[in-house]
Every structure is written in structure tokens, then in C-alpha cells.
């Protein structure tokens, strides 16, 4: 028996396709001659079967590490721009860490890390490498607070739903996210668009949205990615006018009928999906027809993606899923049959499933459990609200009462807030229990999202 | 606007967002006969909050929660400033 093949990034890049970039705000990449030059300085010999911190301030010095050290390293752990530095020692020993790739490399001297390489720019000629091994990729998980769970993946987990939907055909996409590609989302991006054979375009977080989209327009950026709170703030700024994507995708929060009507009209020639991933349950399902959550019979097994509801929460098996945690005392990742308790909470209406919240988001109102994005979802889909946070607020009646910020719809006239207010209310209590209808609702300029996209919870 | 109608006027209007039909609303009417339940009291008392700045029955851990309207409205009129 001859040992199965293995593939790594560099296997998907050559010099047969060309006028492939990688690119951010300061610097365009050819990816052309990518495996000709390296962002090691030449050094990545030294890092072979080493178990690699990735810690670097720009996603472009990232992306092209990742691509020299898949298939060499043993692991490469990616660090996000907001990781809190406090927790890199308990990562660096979890992780077991033997090697850093920095651009920062003062900082390392004398932390007792044994090698440190610098990742800079321009880049160096080299000889091309060969893939040697399977590199295990560890991903943070973005909770809240605490030090941050390393998920374990291999690259063909990571890679397995960009596979199995094949590749397009026409043109090779030019794909953006508003994402960081250290993280799962943004990850997931830029793998599709190193197998795809397409370019890929950065986000850069000192750039204003109407600076980024003109990049994203100037590229021509076919394929877009990013939360529902991305996407949320790109359409208030209105700097969506002209800017024309071919595809764009949504995922890493709940995807609401608002938004995606939202996405429609902004983008009519485009097609809009939103998908359901994780940093630990993997890419579940895409969904393409352009309504929130997913139909009934994604549930059992559909393409090797095993799906199933065990109290209220969704549970996925798949090739696809983080195979680990990984560290000194890592909680098992899955239950017994194999599954990842995605702890998103799911509610059967009709034919379909619709995510009502996250386990661990729950407010308690009085003593009764409420999930906070049933109530924005009913206020979102108001015409004039553009986006909104529910939370709880202290009550010396009950213990607890639901209040609402509410962000208008770009262009709404602020003599109209008390008639709004009054129509929000009225739908929230047509459509919710009476507990969940917001005691307060508060007309806000802006709210919170966290670096990874996600609408800030702070309370929950 | 004083805090008496501030109040009265937040009363009325939660009563009419929760289909509740107040009696007139006198001093003496004990807040039971008002028809509002529990939720209602902390949907008015998180209100006037908002409208007043004060919410009278944290500031003061004993305050005994009133038992009339006309007790209800004084406890926003007493609050210090």
C-alpha cells in the first residue's frame, strides 16, 4: 500500500496561471512566481517539521507564510490581529511552539521561543520546496473572554467544502472578505482563493469602507465574503452603489431575512448565500436561495456533512470539522459519536430551520430565557431599521427587562423616530412573547462589532 | 413638563401599547386597579428612567414599592436632584 498524497497550498499554485495577486491596501502580489521567492528570507528549511507561531501584523506577510510553511512545518498556529498578548505564553506551551514567524522580531528575543524567522518584504528568490507532510493548521476560536481554544484542522478538513463544490467555470474569481484571514472566515476565503486559481484582495482595518470598497471595485472583485454585521455597515455607508460582485456570501452570524433582502436590492445581478461554519464545527452548508436559515432535510447525512438537533442545538460530523483541541488540559471536541456541539440554537417552523441564538448568549429576563437575535431579527425586518441589538437591563419589578438600540436605515427622517418606535413595538409584539417585547427602544448612530465581525455582546 | 405628567403620560401610553384599559387615574387608586401587571411597572419604571435620569426604587434599597398612584408619581417628585 503506498501512502496517500499529500497536498499542500504550494501544490495549487504554479507559474501556469498567471495574473494570480494577493493584495492589501500598500502592496500588490504576484502570485505567479510565488514559489520561486519566499517571505522567510530563504530560511524555511529551518523551519521544517517545526511547530510555528504565526504572528505577524499584516494579513499579506500572513498569507504568503502560510503558503511557504504548509508542508513543511508540523503546525503553524495563526494568531489574529486582536489575540491578547496576555495569552500567548499559555498558547505558546499548549501548542507546543517551537518557532516563530514575526515581523517584530525584538520582541522574541530572549522569550525562550528557540527559532525566530523574520517575514519580510520584498521578497527573496529561492528554490521551490516540496511538500513533505501534512501540516496541522491551529485556529483560535474567537470567545469571549479567557484564553482563546486552539482548534486543531488539517487542510484538507479546511479544504473539503471548497472541493466538493468543484470549480466554477469562466473567468478565475477574484475574491475579498472583510474578514481577517486568521480567522476561520477569513481563512476559508483565502483558500478559495488559492485553489480556485483566482486572486484574492485584503481588508486592511486603517482603511475607511468607502476607501475599501473602491480597492474591492478597482480590482475587480468578483466573489465577497463577510458577517451579516459587515455587511450591514457596508450597506448603511452607502458605498455599495457600482460596486457590482458576482457572488456574495455571508456567514459567521445569523444570516436574517432583512439582510439578505437587504444584499438583494443593493446587488440585483449578484447571488447572495449565506453559509453556516465555525472555527470548530468546520464549513456545514452553503444556502442559495435566498432565504434565512435552511431547509428541514439538510438534517441526516447530505454530502458527508452529518447534521442533527440534540436539545435545540445543532450538532455536525464531518470530514470537515477541527479534528481537536489542542493543549495541556483540551476539552474533548466532540461527543461520543463524533459530533461538534455547535451550541447554536435551532427552531423547526414548517419545512425549514431557523437559528434563533447562540446557547451561550441567552439573556434572562424575570427568569425566562431569551435569546437576543430572535428579538433583532423582528426588529430588523422593519423597512427603516438597518440593524439592532437587543440586551437586558436591570429592573427592580422583575429582575430583568429587554431593551433595544436600533440602528435607522440610511436616509431616515428623524422627526419619524416616535412613529418607528411605535410600529417596532408593535411588530415585536405581535411576533414575540411578551417578555421578549424591548421595554425601551433607543435610536443609536452606531453598535459595536467585535474584530472578528460579530455584533458586540458585552452583556451576555 | 413636571414630573407629574411625565409620569402620567408614560402610564397612559404603556397602557395603550398593552391594550389596558385604565380607570381614572387619581391619587388614591392603589396601582393594583391600574390593570398594569409586573411587566408593565418595569417597562415604566425603565421609562421614566430614560425620561428622568432616576429610578427611585434602586436608588433606595428600602423603598418600599409604592402603593397608589399617587405614592408612584411623589417617589419621582422626592427623588433629590
Redesign the interface.
Known sequence: MSPREIFALRDHLGAELTGRTLSDAQTCMSLTDILSQSVLGGRLRELSGRSVLLKLSDQLRSGLAMIELDGIARRMLLCPPDLNPSHLEALIADAEIDAVVTDESDRWAGTGVPLIVTAQLPLEATAPAKTERATEWLMLTSGTSGVPKIAGHTLEALTGAIVAEGTARGPAPVWATFYDIRRYGGLQIFLRAVLSGGSMVLSDPHETLGDHVARLKARGVSHISGTPSHWRKLLMSGSAAQFAPAYVRLSGEIADQAVLDGLKAAFPNSSVGHAYASTEAGVGFAVNDGLEGFPADYLGNRNGVEMKVVEGSLRIRSTRTAHAYVGRNAAALTDDDGFVDSGDIVELRGERYYFVGRRGGIINI?GLKVHPEEIEAVINRHPDARMSRAKS??????GG?V?ADVILTEGTDPARAKEIR?QI?ERC?AQLA??KVP??I?FVEALDVTPAGKLARTDA | MSVRSKVIDAIQQIAK?QHVTLPALSDDLSLHETGFD??A???L???LE?ETGV?P??ISEDAA?PATVGDFVRAYENVPA
Do not use: Q
Open positions: 424575570g437591563r436591570k429592573s427592580p419589578i422583575t427587562i431593551v411605535d413595538l409584539r411578551s417578555h421595554a425601551v433607543r | 401599547e409586573s411587566l411597572f418595569a417597562i419604571v425603565a421609562r430614560d429610578d426604587f434602586t414599592f
